[in-house]
């Protein structure tokens, strides 16, 4: 085999299923091999930011690492926002980026693509992926693919691989995967019977589950687990979706000031949290009604388990996971929950369309046609993707970047073969909405909602004076046909309900709904998030 091959074929081994990317001349050789080989099935896509954001999204929805492969240069350093987002949130991307030939970089020429030096772009990935390689010794390359792909899977965050074009067919020998690394089984047994030590003696005990969960695939591990432990299971916002389809006593989705008074109350009230796989991050817990002391809780996340003010460390979470589940008792009653409840019931009448309309509009919908795997790009959008009914849902619910929502939509399909819901803002459409004119090359047919309101709303809600968060009215119903799909713009919640029967019935083509949503209306989650945002960040809030 030569070296495109021998990564291809380690890239399928440890889980990938696809390679989405957009070549460049210092990466048409491999894009070549990959085309030829036929070891993985190649999705070409408009802009790399979309690249990006497509194979975080298989990633996710997969629990597996996806390949991202870019040209040197402008290309790679064009998908530095989404691989940093992928870091941020923990999804494990392959980067492969094709480079100079060892020939061409040492005519001491400056090179087309280069920014500063020949080495810039390995620096610049340095800084937002757990481990990178150069594949520029065939001899050498298997061990460095297989290290670089272990510790992919191993942290759940992207990694960076560099092929010079000069070296995309020399012979190689195949890559030998690495194992697991040891875990010391002592350190594990003292730890699991200090958790369950603490969840004993307390007497509201709480299970948060966070992103890991889905990326290293236990969801239906923590689901057992909380029935053995008896207690209430919540989810984080970037946990949104965790543990959907399983049967867990799942009370809801932590939001803080922003969400469920109960669910707010009994995260707040615990006096030990068990937190699994999540990030403690501003937009978990920045809303937090009452400081959450996380002295008192159990944090197991990134390989490691603090409780109070000690750590345990080399302790992966599906170990960890695995041995509570071994030695914990069983529980002695389990909680009595009120389930989570969504709106249901939209109104279809000739008044104009909320956002808190579209969360009822997609509920109803689901209620009759079933679920849908959601992808939501940030803004208004992914605040009412938290008052959809809890399903899988990938969503920049941490680095908040824009742009995610139809690149990662695809990047669903793609993986799953699922047709995908996109929520996404008129703002955040017009960065990478145009992603959708290739889904007539794959077959690819989501519905997206477009939310409509001619704003950076969300901009707006915390500075209200500025009118640079104007925008104008786009017609992006009027530009669906030029894409390959179907568009159309509703007014009202009786449009909204026939649009959306409508696009269900429609296979083949992608069908975009262009809610036209007035001014200044946001979602009930979002008014209480910037309300909470506004009141605790006043001056001695707190
Ligand atoms: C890549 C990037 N650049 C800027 C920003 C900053 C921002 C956060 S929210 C927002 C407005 C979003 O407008 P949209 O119409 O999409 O949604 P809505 O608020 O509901 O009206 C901006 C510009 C982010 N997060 N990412
Ligand atoms: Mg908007």
């Known amino acids: ?20 990317g957009i070549p460049g001349d210092f990466a048409l050789p491999f894009f070549r091999e990959i085309e030829n080989a036929g070891i993985l099935p190649l999705y070409t896509l408009s802009h790399e930011p979309g690249v990006g954001f497509a194979a975080d999204a298989s990633a996710r929805i997969r629990s597996t690492l ?82 670089v792909l272990a510790s992919c899977l191993r942290e759940s965050r992207p990694v960076y691989i ?29 730890c699991t019977d200090e958790i369950l030590a603490r969840l004993a003696a307390a007497e509201r005990p709480v299970l948060m589950v966070g992103v890991e969960v889905r990326r290293f695939d236990l969801e239906a591990q923590v689901a057992a687990l909380a029935r053995q432990l008896g207690i209430p299971v919540v989810t984080s916002i970037l946990g949104r979706g965790l543990l959907a389809g399983h049967d867990a006593p799942l009370a809801g989705t932590y939001l803080g000031v922003a969400g469920d008074e109960a669910v707010t109350a009994l995260v707040e009230d615990s006096d030990a949290l068990l937190m699994l796989g999540v990030l403690v991050s501003d937009t978990n817990f920045g809303v937090s009604a009452r400081q959450i002391d996380l002295r008192k ?93 809890h399903q899988a849902l990938v969503a920049p619910g941490y680095y908040a970047t824009m742009g995610f929502g139809v690149p990662a939509g695809l990047g669903l399909q793609a993986a799953t073969g699922e047709r995908p ?24 047919d989501p519905i997206v909602l477009v939310f409509n309101n001619r704003s950076w709303e969300m901009l707006r ?28 713009r509703v007014d009202t919640r009786a449009e909204l309900a026939a649009a959306l029967e409508q696009a269900v019935a429609t296979r083949g083509r992608f069908q975009l709904i262009d809610v036209t949503i007035p001014r200044g209306e946001l979602s009930p989650t979002l008014k209480r998030f910037v309300a909470g945002v506004k009141r605790l960040s006043a001056p001695g809030a707190r």
């Open 461 to 488: 809600t915390f500075q209200p004076e500025s009118s640079f968060n104007d925008l104008s009215a786009w017609d992006f119903a009027g530009m669906a046909a030029g894409l390959g799909g179907d568009g159309v």
């Open 162 to 190: 560099e092929l010079p074009r000069d070296m995309v067919a020399e012979p190689c020998e195949p890559v030998v995967a690495l194992g697991a690394p040891a875990v010391d089984p002592a350190a594990l047994d003292a």
């Open 421 to 444: 819901l996109i929520l996404v803002g008129d703002g955040a459409f017009q960065m990478t909405g145009w992603e959708l004119g290739n889904c007539c090359r794959f077959g690819w």
């Open 297 to 389: 809780a159990i944090h197991a996340c990134d390989g490691e388990v603090t409780l109070g003010y000690h750590t345990y460390a080399h302790l992966p979470l599906g170990q960890v996971v695995r041995r509570l589940l071994e030695r914990a008792p069983a529980a002695r009653q389990m909680p009595t929950l009120a389930p989570p409840s969504y709106p249901h019931g939209m109104v279809a009448d000739d008044a104009p369309i909320v956002p808190g309309d579209i969360a009822r509009g997609i509920n109803d919908l689901m209620a009759r046609h079933g679920v849908m795997p959601i992808a939501a790009d940030m803004g208004d959008c992914m605040f009412t993707a938290m008052e959809i009914a």
């Open 66 to 147: 996806s390949v991202a492969a870019v040209t040197y240069g402008a290309g790679a350093l064009n998908m530095v926002n989404p691989v940093a987002g992928a870091y941020a949130e923990k999804s494990p991307v392959v980067v492969i980026s094709g480079a100079p030939g060892k020939g061409e970089a040492s005519t001491g020429l400056l090179l087309h693509h280069q920014a500063k030096t020949l080495d810039s772009q390995f620096a610049i990935y340095q800084e937002i992926t757990c481990d990178q390689a150069r594949l520029t010794d065939a001899r050498t390359a298997p061990a460095e693919i297989a290290r």
């Open 1 to 20: 085999m030569n070296l495109s091959q021998v990564l291809l074929s380690a890239l399928k081994a440890h889980g990938a299923r696809e390679v989405f």
